[in-house]
Every structure is written in structure tokens, then in C-alpha cells.
């Protein structure tokens, strides 16, 4: 049951498992619904169907997936039973957590996302350290002083530059540093919010955690969800070995 419910923790997973619960479909179908590639999609099919809750069934060269009703009945179960008073405490102390204060008088708030790469993190790693190799996923050119204190400097779309500077740096593990905007009527301000990668190796691929934290407002955390969103496809494709093409970005200011 462990796997299951690790299984479904990540949110494409649970999408997934509404999309194969009406009937059977190929990895390349259920691949059009999402922003990612199609090698990420395998992976999590190959992660529900290890858990129990998804079967597979070859169909000449096609491979067919669909929701098990047992395995999914028997989740279901386990959470009913699991989810209690001492669960609920234990949400309200997460969320807690998750308000961190900054200068002790405004909340922080997180963006965060998990996502399976095709590729190393060796591969991630150089996507998200180099510069020519950053903007080929987000920005239009950047600035990397790659050591504790150094710059990082992102000229994302026109008119929006992103400045922090790193604060750890763990090829090909983690690499965290901060992030604002140099001008504008952004509230997040230079440096005044963090960035935090994790690649965690997985099979031969990368689960990528992704955080932005002590965001000022909802507001600002929902903006840069949108941001970041579209920018993480466009690392997951590349580092794929797939051409995200142009960013369609850099014609239009961002909303």
C-alpha cells in the first residue's frame, strides 16, 4: 500500500488515473493531455502500474493502459481508515510550517512541483547550471557566477530580469539560490524570495523537486506557478533530447 500512496502523491499520476479509469489508452494518448514528454509519461505509468493500480495490455505493437478497480478500491479503503483526527493535526502542523515568516511580519508562500525528466540528473544538472544551456529552456541570455554569493541573472522575456544570487551549490543534487525582479511593480523584489532544485535520482531518469518559497503575497505565487509551469516543460522537454522550440514568451509580455 506504501507505493500506491506515493504513487498517486504526484499530481500528473493522479491525472493519470482519471484518464484511464473511463478506458483503455496508449501512453502516446494519454501523453496529448499534458505539457510533458511522452518518455515522462512512461515513467509514470511504469510507477502506477508497480503500485497496483494500473494494468497494462499489449494490443499488437501498442501498449493499452487502464485503471485496476481492486487496486483503486483498496487505496480508497486504506485512506478512508487512515485519515483521522491525528492525520488532521498533522496537515494543520504542515501548513503551519509551510507559512514561513519573513522580516517576521510577512508570510512566505511556496510554489511547488514535482516532475519526472528522461534524463540523467548529470543532464538536468548542466540544463540548469550553464548558460548557454539555461536559455535554451527560459530567458533570452544569462549571467552565472556558479559559487555561494555569486550572481545569478536571468534576462527572461523583455523588459523582465531576474536577479539573485546562489546560495547552495550540490551537482548534480541541489542547487538553490534567490530570486527577484530588478524592476517593475513586481513586489518581489531582488533576491528577496529562493529558488530550490532537488534531482533526485530515478531508474534512468530524474524526479525534479521544485520549490520557490517566501513569496509575498498569493498573488505572486500564483503569477510565477504560471511562470514557472511553462518554463519546467520547457526543461523537461529539452533535457529529454526533444527541441521545446522558441519560447513564445519572448513576443508578448508575461501575463
Request: hydrophobic share 40%; charged share 30%; no cysteine.
Given at each position: 500500500?506504501?507505493?500506491?500512496?506515493?504513487?498517486?502523491?504526484e499530481p500528473?499520476?493522479?491525472?493519470?488515473?482519471?484518464?484511464?479509469?473511463e478506458?483503455e489508452?496508449?501512453?502516446?494518448?494519454?501523453?496529448?493531455?499534458?505539457?510533458?514528454?511522452?518518455?515522462?509519461?512512461?515513467?509514470?505509468?511504469?510507477?502506477l502500474?508497480?503500485?497496483?493500480?494500473?494494468?497494462?495490455?499489449?494490443?499488437?505493437?501498442?501498449?493499452?493502459?487502464?485503471?485496476?478497480?481492486?487496486?483503486?478500491?483498496?487505496?480508497?479503503?486504506?485512506?478512508?481508515?487512515f485519515?483521522?483526527?491525528?492525520l488532521?493535526?498533522?496537515?494543520?502542523?504542515?501548513?503551519?510550517?509551510?507559512?514561513?515568516?519573513?522580516?517576521?511580519v510577512?508570510?512566505?508562500?511556496?510554489?511547488?512541483?514535482?516532475?519526472?525528466?528522461?534524463a540523467?540528473?548529470?543532464?538536468?544538472?548542466?540544463?540548469?547550471?550553464?548558460e548557454?544551456?539555461?536559455?535554451?529552456?527560459?530567458?533570452?541570455?544569462?549571467?552565472?557566477?556558479?559559487?555561494?554569493g555569486?550572481i545569478?541573472?536571468?534576462?527572461?522575456?523583455?523588459?523582465?530580469?531576474?536577479?539573485?544570487?546562489?546560495?547552495?551549490?550540490?551537482?548534480?543534487?541541489?542547487?538553490?539560490?534567490?530570486?527577484?525582479?530588478?524592476?517593475g511593480?513586481?513586489?518581489?523584489?531582488?533576491?528577496?524570495?529562493?529558488?530550490?532544485?532537488?534531482?533526485?535520482?530515478?531508474?534512468?531518469?530524474?524526479?525534479?523537486?521544485?520549490?520557490?518559497?517566501?513569496?509575498?503575497?498569493?498573488?505572486?505565487?500564483?503569477?510565477?506557478?504560471?511562470?514557472?509551469?511553462?518554463?519546467?516543460?520547457?526543461l523537461?522537454?529539452l533535457?529529454?533530447?526533444?527541441?521545446?522550440?522558441?519560447?513564445r514568451?519572448?513576443?508578448?509580455?508575461?501575463?
Amino acid at each position: 500500500m506504501d507505493a500506491a500512496v506515493k504513487a498517486i502523491a504526484e499530481p500528473r499520476r493522479r491525472q493519470i488515473l482519471e484518464l484511464v479509469r473511463e478506458g483503455e489508452l496508449s501512453a502516446g494518448e494519454i501523453a496529448a493531455h499534458f505539457d510533458v514528454t511522452r518518455p515522462a509519461i512512461s515513467q509514470h505509468l511504469g510507477v502506477l502500474k508497480e503500485a497496483g493500480l494500473v494494468s497494462e495490455r499489449r494490443n499488437g505493437t501498442r501498449r493499452l493502459y487502464l485503471a485496476r478497480p481492486d487496486g483503486l478500491r483498496d487505496l480508497q479503503a486504506f485512506l478512508n481508515g487512515f485519515w483521522d483526527e491525528r492525520l488532521e493535526a498533522l496537515r494543520r502542523e504542515s501548513e503551519r510550517k509551510e507559512a514561513v515568516h519573513v522580516d517576521g511580519v510577512t508570510a512566505g508562500i511556496s510554489v511547488e512541483r514535482e516532475i519526472a525528466i528522461a534524463a540523467s540528473p548529470e543532464i538536468v544538472w548542466e540544463l540548469l547550471t550553464k548558460e548557454d544551456e539555461a536559455i535554451a529552456w527560459m530567458g533570452q541570455s544569462a549571467t552565472f557566477d556558479l559559487r555561494p554569493g555569486g550572481i545569478y541573472r536571468v534576462d527572461v522575456i523583455p523588459g523582465n530580469v531576474a536577479r539573485g544570487e546562489f546560495v547552495e551549490i550540490d551537482p548534480p543534487h541541489r542547487l538553490v539560490f534567490t530570486w527577484g525582479w530588478e524592476e517593475g511593480a513586481s513586489p518581489v523584489g531582488p533576491g528577496s524570495s529562493t529558488v530550490e532544485f532537488e534531482l533526485i535520482p530515478d531508474g534512468d531518469g530524474t524526479l525534479l523537486r521544485f520549490r520557490h518559497f517566501n513569496l509575498p503575497s498569493a498573488e505572486a505565487a500564483e503569477s510565477h506557478s504560471h511562470g514557472w509551469d511553462h518554463y519546467l516543460a520547457r526543461l523537461a522537454t529539452l533535457a529529454s533530447g526533444s527541441d521545446p522550440g522558441r519560447d513564445r514568451w519572448l513576443e508578448r509580455p508575461m501575463s
